[in-house]
């Protein structure tokens, strides 16, 4: 998609956060949601089960409005986190300017946080994306738990931040880390303007 | 080391109030002509209201007066550095040279000196030295010269000497004024009363209020409706009371500022990112304008709101500076005068720099035309120059077609100058410049162009003719490089089909001077040869001449005349000219009986002689003895000049 169209005047960018099933993608969003003046957002589209898991997708557009002569607009969206939604995943994750993944601190979820972690690889390799080549922040959230529970920021790291991109340590619930990861993940996205990789 | 001037300083962007007025009126008048008001100007103000701006304006407004003006801008910082670095590297004299160079030297925050003695007694000696050779300094600080502590007496003196002046804060009005313009030049847009709003707070240093401006600019962004004078004032803390603002009616105040925070940088970032295309502009105007390129289009752009794509305007410009370097290159080879032009130097211009060049190929110094007082109507047609005449028509008629070259071979006088040139004459007519000139007039022109280096530009002029005609080829015998030059150029002419004409008094086999490559390919051509005039040309081109001086024909002068030994037209014209001149000198009317007295050296015969003397040779016994031809005799001179124009004719 294009990042910045100069004739449509138009900056968009679309975020997605990844992450493996219940690390907090959502809350993220609806916590943004709640921040967010009513005139800047739109509605929210969550697709969810009856046990609040997202079946399909949240999407959350939010308009910056004018920002140096250009509308600016942020999408949103997160990927349903369960395996079997992977073709939806593979879906939502066409044309993402930027990734948000948001792993699960608690030490019981590492393995899912690591395959998650190499779905993403995977599914944007088939999309003919390499990671490196695209924006990525960790947020490693439920650091509120008891400690004996999770794995601290830098064991996270340590575990899935192989290349050293910006982390974050997020309590999603509470708000705690939500836009200082929204916050990160959209100033590579933009900075990447100056690359002129992606703009019309 | 030495900083380019920032192409946004300018006195168009100065604004000009109360405070600042004096200054900006001694910047503009040492700018207009540096070096004779003002020498030094010493500009203090306190940081943050426009002294570098001012120092800059100077910078600019002087090369646009006079682009050929060494203008050097640098910090006292770098002018230390300069000479620490100089000093270092053994260049100490190089150094001083450098600013010895320099027309309008501006230094900025000479504060600094405080306490460097050595900096302080090199700055001493500049200043002496650039106001003696009527260069200009201005300085700057942030104080004036004697609250510098530890200045050097002699320094204070002299900067005193000059104008030393200061830039106060501005006033209300000033403020509000530079505020406007600021706003405009961002093009953000306010509520009445807004900028007025800042412009009342207490704020008297311009960066500070800019920076206030940056701070309501994005205040204003993260809200839809416009900013209100009064949250202009809650938001620097003046204002009280509650105030209406729409933004925060709404919401909770954490969660206006956690959003409002995330838009903030957000806005910022991008601003930052989209507006890259100012910083490549920006980059392009100062390297562009370092180089000595007027860079008009590329500050023109910096006016826009938006340019999307900066490096096809930055290439653009490129390639068109690329087409004034090549075009300067080329005027340059042609006059060395045009190397420093500034029709060279507008890239936005590039048609004024080729019409530059257009005028140098044309040539100050066209190549040399045949005499217009010589023309093909004139020549007097007999049976012995028929041949010449037929191939001269026919070549004017159909230029380098039939015969080319066509060479006229003739003895002196015979009228093969004469021919050649209206044959120059006719080829002008049917248009381009024609190069018609003798051999040693090509010589003399290749050995001054040789000397001045411009032999390209001097075969340029030839080779831009359309015809080429060349008169006493075999002067030219005796030349080396006279010859490789006509070979070459008689290669060129011929490749390209354009008619060339030469003429030798001198048969071509005779000439064994002149090298084969040249003699053959003028053989290769058509070689009439013009015989010496036969009495009825002479009788017809006496009596013409007689005709055009005394208005009426003469039958009986002409045909005595005529009958005279004349091997040349130009004799035969000798004859008539000698007299004409007794005739006029005695004031009485030219006659046959008088020619015969002149010529012949005969006693005045009566008005009408009874017995026609006969027919002389020319050739009488003189008394003393010895034959000699009275024809060819100098009898009398009556002066110098006179003996100039007979030799000369």
């Known amino acids: 998609m294009s990042l910045v169209n100069f004739t449509a005047r138009e900056i968009t960018c679309k975020i997605v956060y990844y992450g493996p099933g219940r690390s907090g993608k959502t809350t993220n969003l609806q916590y943004v949601y709640g921040r967010v003046p009513e005139e800047r957002r739109g509605r929210m589209v969550s697709l969810a089960t009856q046990t609040d898991r997202t079946l399909f997708f949240d999407f959350l557009p939010l308009e910056l409005g004018t920002i140096s002569g250009f509308t600016t607009k942020f999408q949103l969206y997160t990927v349903p986190g369960q395996s079997y939604y992977n073709a939806t995943r593979k879906l939502v994750l066409q044309g993402a300017d930027g990734v948000v993944f948001v792993a699960d601190s608690q030490a019981r979820r590492f393995d899912d946080n690591l395959e998650s972690l190499q779905n993403l690889q995977d599914n944007l390799l088939a999309q003919g994306v390499d990671i490196r080549q695209l924006p990525v922040v960790f947020q490693y959230n439920k650091q509120d738990l008891p400690h004996d529970l999770i794995l601290s920021h830098e064991e996270m790291d340590d575990a899935l931040n192989f290349r050293a991109v910006q982390s974050f340590a997020a309590d999603a619930l509470r708000g705690g880390g939500v836009f200082e990861t929204l916050r990160g993940i959209s100033e590579i996205v933009l900075k990447r303007l100056a690359a002129g990789s992606q703009v019309a | 080391m030495t900083v380019t001037l920032n192409p946004l300083y300018r006195f168009e962007t100065f604004v000009v109030g109360a405070a600042n007025r004096l200054a900006v009126t001694a910047a503009k008048a040492v700018a207009e002509s540096p070096g004779t008001v003002y020498n030094p100007l010493f500009v203090y103000a306190r940081p943050g209201l426009g002294k570098t701006h001012l120092l800059m304006g100077i910078g600019h407004a002087a090369r646009a007066i006079n682009p050929r003006l060494v203008v050097e801008y640098l910090t006292l910082d770098e002018f230390i550095e300069a000479f620490h670095a100089a000093i270092a590297a053994g260049h100490g004299a190089a150094y001083r040279q450098r600013f010895l160079d320099v027309d309008l030297l501006l230094v900025d925050d000479v504060q600094f000196l405080t306490h460097r003695r050595e900096m302080q007694a090199e700055l001493l000696r500049l200043t002496d030295a650039l106001q003696a050779a009527n260069r200009q300094i201005v300085l700057t600080s942030d104080r004036p010269p004697a609250e510098i502590e530890a200045l050097d007496d002699r320094l204070i003196r002299r900067f005193a000497g000059g104008l030393v002046i200061d830039v106060a804060a501005p006033d209300y009005e000033t403020r509000v004024a530079i505020l406007r313009r600021k706003a405009d030049e961002r093009r953000a847009v306010f509520a009445d009363g807004v900028l007025d709003a800042v412009a009342a707070l207490e704020i008297d240093n311009v960066r500070e209020l800019l920076g206030a401006l940056n701070r309501v600019i994005a205040s204003q962004s993260v809200q839809d409706a416009p900013l209100t004078p009064a949250q202009v004032k809650q938001l620097f803390g003046t204002g009280s009371g509650p105030v209406d603002e729409p933004a925060a009616r709404d919401q909770e105040p954490a969660t206006l500022d956690e959003f409002g925070d995330f838009l903030s940088e957000i806005a910022a970032t991008v601003s930052q990112q989209v507006d890259t295309w100012r910083t490549k502009v920006g980059a392009a105007i100062l390297r562009w304008e370092g180089e000595g390129f007027r860079t008009n289009r590329l500050e023109e752009l910096l006016e826009r709101e938006l340019v999307t794509d900066p490096e096809s305007a930055i290439a653009r410009f ?122 040693p007039e090509f010589t003399s022109e290749l050995i001054e162009a040789i000397d001045r280096d411009a032999v390209k530009a001097w075969r340029a002029r030839y080779r831009r003719a359309s015809a080429f005609l060349l008169d006493d080829v075999h002067l030219a015998a005796e030349t080396d490089r006279t010859q490789d030059e006509l070979f070459v150029l008689f290669n060129a002419f011929a490749e390209s089909g354009r008619q060339m004409v030469f003429t030798s008094a001198v048969p071509l086999a005779s000439l064994d001077r002149l090298e084969a490559r040249l003699r053959t390919r003028l053989e290769g051509g058509l070689v009439v040869a013009l015989p010496a005039p036969d009495s009825d040309i002479r009788e017809r081109v006496i009596a013409r001449d007689l005709v055009a001086r005394l208005g009426a024909p003469d039958p009986a002068l002409a045909t005595y005349l005529a009958s005279r030994p004349a091997d040349s037209v130009r004799a035969a014209q000798g004859l008539v000219q000698r007299v004409l001149a007794t005739a006029e000198e005695r004031e009485i009317p030219p006659s046959a009986a008088l020619a015969r007295e002149v010529l012949e050296g005969l006693a005045p015969v009566a008005p009408a002689p009874a017995k026609r003397a006969p027919r002389s040779s020319g050739i009488v016994a003189p008394t003393a003895g010895g034959a000699r031809s009275r024809e060819k005799m100098i009898w009398e001179w009556p002066d110098v000049g006179d003996r100039i124009v007979e030799e000369w004719r």
């Open chain 2, 318 to 439: 490129e390639a068109d500076v690329a087409r004034l370097r090549a075009l300067q290159a080329e005027a340059a080879e042609l006059t060395p005068d045009l190397a420093g032009s500034a029709a060279f130097r507008d890239p936005g211009d590039v048609a004024a720099a080729e019409a530059a060049l257009q005028r140098a190929r044309e040539g100050t110094h066209p190549p040399p035309a045949p005499s217009p007082l010589w023309k093909m109507e004139d020549l007097v047609e007999s049976g012995a120059n028929r041949m010449a005449l037929e191939a001269a028509r026919s070549i004017t008629l159909a230029p380098g077609v039939r015969y080319n070259p066509l060479v006229l071979v003739g003895a002196g006088g015979v009228g093969k100058t004469h021919l050649l040139h209206a044959i120059g004459n006719a080829l002008s007519a049917a248009g381009g410049p024609v190069a018609c000139l003798s051999a």
